[in-house]
């Protein structure tokens, strides 16, 4: 009885907010996926041009997938590159857009870790067994597979 009278107090809520005009729904987010390398006048020109594109139809958010983000604290980045892709952001951000940095390219980290492979992380192993050997400076791997029940 209980949801009954719940679900007309719902009913009730949502038949006076549509008749006051108001949406109970935002309206969606729709995000931008844009593959860019800015960094040059000309590839940042392109990519407003696509902003411009996104946002015409509907689009409210960027997100960038750009290798420059990666390249953000080496010492070899030159820092006119950083100001294309500032530029780009905020070219963005103009339009009222929302942005997103695309900061960690999982299985392409390559860029990044040549800046600093201290940056890598290691997959989590679960299960396995180790013996130090004898000098305890090497992990060796105790293989407990059982084979396979009726592998032929």
């Given at each position: 009885?209980?949801?009954?009278?719940?679900?007309?107090?719902?009913?009730?809520?949502?038949?006076?907010?549509?008749?006051?005009?108001?949406?109970?729904?935002?309206?969606?987010?729709?995000?931008?996926?844009?593959?860019?390398?800015?960094?040059?006048?000309?590839?940042?020109?392109?990519?407003?041009?696509?902003?411009?594109?996104?946002?015409?139809?509907?689009?409210?958010?960027?997100?960038?997938?750009?290798?420059?983000?990666?390249?953000?604290?080496?010492?070899?980045?030159?820092?006119?590159?950083?100001?294309?892709?500032?530029?780009?952001?905020?070219?963005?951000?103009?339009?009222?857009?929302?942005?997103?940095?695309?900061?960690?390219?999982?299985?392409?980290?390559?860029?990044?870790?040549?800046?600093?492979?201290?940056?890598?992380?290691?997959?989590?192993?679960?299960?396995?067994?180790?013996?130090?050997?004898?000098?305890?400076?090497?992990?060796?791997?105790?293989?407990?597979?059982?084979?396979?029940?009726?592998g032929g």
């Amino acid at each position: 009885m209980a949801w009954l009278v719940r679900g007309l107090i719902i009913g009730i809520f949502g038949v006076v907010a549509c008749r006051t005009g108001q949406s109970q729904t935002p309206p969606p987010e729709l995000w931008y996926w844009h593959h860019s390398y800015l960094t040059s006048p000309s590839a940042l020109q392109s990519s407003m041009a696509l902003i411009d594109q996104a946002y015409a139809a509907g689009y409210t958010g960027v997100a960038f997938w750009d290798v420059s983000f990666e390249f953000l604290n080496s010492p070899t980045w030159p820092p006119s590159r950083t100001s294309y892709l500032q530029q780009g952001m905020n070219y963005a951000i103009s339009k009222g857009m929302k942005v997103l940095a695309d900061g960690a390219p999982y299985g392409w980290s390559n860029d990044v870790l040549q800046t600093n492979p201290n940056w890598a992380e290691g997959q989590r192993i679960s299960g396995a067994r180790f013996q130090v050997n004898g000098s305890a400076t090497q992990l060796q791997l105790v293989n407990s597979f059982p084979g396979l029940v009726n592998g032929g």
